[in-house]
Nanobody
Framework: QVQLEESGGGLVQAGESLRLSCKAS????????VAWFRQAPGKEREFVSG????????FYGDSVLGRFRTSRDVTRKTADLQMNGLKPEDTAIYYC????????????????WGQGTQVTVFS
């Protein structure tokens, strides 16, 4: 079992940046990939970004490509999401998720989920 905990959400003005962090419990050797999803009120959950734990290969959803960047620190067992150029439409609850098997990263087949952290962007 892998436990995930997000931190770093908040309230920012459009154009500003935020950095989210996801802390994994000890058993990260079980992880194939870690991803960030988001869900806005009344909308479906959306894949934001993902990173393959073994080699750090990254994947991004079209709506954040070029603005967001994900990374991981194997020693600290963290996966971060750097969000730049935030827009009001980025407002959502952001969830960190982990899966133990591949090969897909950009699907919804994630087993482990954090509680979520709120990101609010005002214009």
């Amino acid at each position: 079992q892998v436990q995930l905990e997000e931190s770093g959400g908040g309230l920012v003005q459009a154009g500003e940046s935020l950095r989210l962090s996801c802390k994994a419990s000890a058993r990260t050797f079980r992880l194939y990939s870690v991803a960030w999803f988001r869900q806005a009120p009344g909308k479906e959950r959306e894949f934001v970004s993902g990173i393959r734990w073994r080699d750090g290969t990254t994947f991004y959803g079209d709506s954040v490509l070029g603005r967001f960047r994900t990374s991981r620190d194997v020693t600290r067992k963290t996966a971060d999401l750097q969000m730049n150029g935030l827009k009001p439409e980025d407002t959502a609850i952001y969830y960190c998720a982990g899966k133990s098997t591949g090969p897909e990263v950009m699907d919804n087949e994630y087993e482990y989920w954090g509680q979520g952290t709120q990101v609010t962007v005002f214009s």
